[in-house]
């Protein structure tokens, strides 16, 4: 859907498209309306068209509130997803101290080109609503260089089993962004709100006022309160591209923490 397309256009572009141009567009309606259809003509629709437009309107409220609210539960469920994964994976690398030895520093290694390859490579990915085959291949490395552990006590047990854990909450995490990349609102949805907008707003010229200026103005108000809801759905629809987008500053600070960890 058109709508769809510009979650990944600046928000800017976004904001001239949906709420400006729509809503001159919709103020110059009534104008042309009014050249082809009577005022006469117009003010008989004025009593009936009134209560089914009343309809219509909270219909369409409902629904556009309805969406609002669904794109926000996931835009914040991916900000969620990648908080809990930095907090994984810095969880992940401090067991591996407590591991030791060949097996520990594998899994620190392996966790390390996990984070750096998550910031350079699969976020430009998600922009585009896809995965990184590199950031796979290096989780399973990972996987792999944490099972060369093979505890001899209680307490290595104890550290495995946290260890595995931690990486499949890491899993766990990356999954859920891969699904919330490629759009939070399905296509069935964008048809209804796109063409619910239209049809709202073209319920107003079935009525007819004295003044077409204020008609006209009123018109305009209302597409304007329409498509700035549109607008934020837009804009947040796609919660790892465009201007409002979840970004991978908590697992860049990761390996900023990595880093000074080995220096000291």
Do not use: C
């Not at 068209?49 to 219509?56: D, E, M, S």
């Not at 990915?125 to 590199?134: F, L, Q, W």
């Not at 949805?189 to 063409?195: A, F, G, P, R, Y």
Request: glycine share 8%.
């Amino acid at each position: 859907m058109a709508l769809s397309l510009l979650a990944t256009q600046p928000l800017w572009l976004s904001a001239l498209i949906l709420i400006g141009a729509m809503t001159l567009i919709a103020m110059v309606g009534p104008i042309l309306v009014r050249r082809y259809v009577s005022l006469d003509q117009l003010r008989l629709n004025n009593e009936v068209a009134g209560f089914k437009f009343a309809t219509v309107g909270v219909l369409y409220a409902v629904l556009l509130a309805f969406a609002v609210i669904i794109a926000w539960e996931k835009f914040s469920e991916a900000e969620s997803a990648t908080a809990q994964e930095a907090g994984a994976v810095a969880t992940l690398y401090r067991l591996a101290d407590g591991i030791g030895g060949e097996p520990g520093g594998a899994l620190r290694n392996g966790v390390t080109h996990y984070v750096r390859a998550t910031i350079a490579e699969e976020w430009p990915a998600m922009e585009r609503g896809k995965a990184s085959p590199a950031v796979t291949q290096a989780l399973t490395d990972t996987y792999a260089a944490l099972l060369t552990f093979n505890p001899g006590d209680g307490r290595g047990t104890s550290l495995l089993a946290e260890a595995l854990h931690q990486l499949d909450l890491v899993t766990q995490a990356r999954r859920v962004r891969l699904v919330l990349a490629p759009g939070v609102v399905p296509k069935v949805l964008w048809l209804i709100l796109s063409s619910g907008a239209f049809l709202t707003i073209g319920f107003t010229l079935f009525f007819g006022t004295e003044n077409l200026r204020v008609q006209a103005m009123m018109t305009g108000i209302l597409s304007f309160l329409i498509f700035s809801g549109l607008l934020v759905i837009t804009a947040i629809d796609h919660p790892f591209a465009g201007a409002v987008r979840v970004r991978p500053d908590v697992i860049a600070d990761v390996l900023e923490g990595f880093s000074a960890s080995i220096r000291r």
